[in-house]
């Protein structure tokens, strides 16, 4: 198993370009999400999926959307992306909805907004 | 709402010291509580939870209900313990949302 993997490792943008971040898990786990980890902010969360065709907003979810076409993949996309965005962002899952489940992280995209 | 805050952006201790990372939680049920770690260059991974009540890499944490914490110790700190800590938080059965804190930076010195 790969687990979660998340394409690209970087990025840099300029101010309103739009981007999607991929995120796949191969563990067929029923929950994804997305993280955005800033210094002194800790990891929040910005969306989140119990399974494909659901998804729901997290703390932070202004200025993101995503899909839930399959198990699989969980796709984040930058509509016009702003320096405000510019963090690292983690993808996650875990089996299923269970509060006790570990969560798997990817490597994170390092993403720059100039 | 449920909120996890990790008072220290940043602890050092010398190699062989005693290590306590304070986490402390706000929330009226029955949380769940996680310790995940982070090393240098590495993916986000989970250390313990107070469910399994286990030690890992020497460190454990003990839900203290009536403190609202979940500090992770260990008595002797390693080189190899250097990492970023995060406590996080899920609001029981049913929840989907796993609250992070702010983390906190261990650094061991040699």
């Known amino acids: 198993n790969a687990g979660v993997t998340q394409t690209p490792k970087f990025q840099v943008l300029k101010t309103g370009q739009s981007m999607t971040l991929q995120c796949a898990q191969d563990?067929?786990?029923?929950?994804m999400s997305w993280y955005r980890q800033d210094p002194g902010m800790g990891l929040r969360l910005i969306h989140y999926s119990v399974g494909a065709g659901i998804t729901d907003q997290g703390e932070v979810p202004n200025g993101y959307n995503v899909s839930r076409s399959t198990t699989e993949d969980f796709p984040l996309r930058l509509l016009s992306a702003a320096p405000s965005q510019t963090s690292v962002y983690f993808c996650?899952?875990?089996?299923?909805?269970?509060?006790?489940?570990?969560?798997?992280f990817g490597d994170g995209t390092r993403l720059s907004i100039l | 709402a449920q909120r996890v805050t990790q008072p220290e952006k940043l602890l050092s201790v010398f190699k062989g010291a005693p290590v306590e990372l304070k986490c402390n939680y706000s929330y009226s049920g029955s949380p769940e509580l996680f310790w995940y770690v982070q090393y240098s260059r590495q993916r986000l991974q989970l250390l313990l939870r107070?469910?399994s009540r286990e030690s890992i890499k020497g460190f454990t944490a003990d839900l203290n209900k009536g403190e609202t914490s979940f500090h992770l110790k260990k008595p002797f700190a390693q080189e190899e313990d250097s990492a970023m800590y995060y406590c996080a938080l899920i609001s029981g059965a049913g929840s989907y949302q796993l609250t992070f804190g702010k983390g906190t930076k261990l650094s061991v010195i040699p």
């Open positions: 563990m067929n786990h029923e929950y």
């Open positions: 107070h469910i």
């Open positions: 996650a899952s875990r089996p299923d909805r269970g509060a006790s489940q570990p969560q798997h």
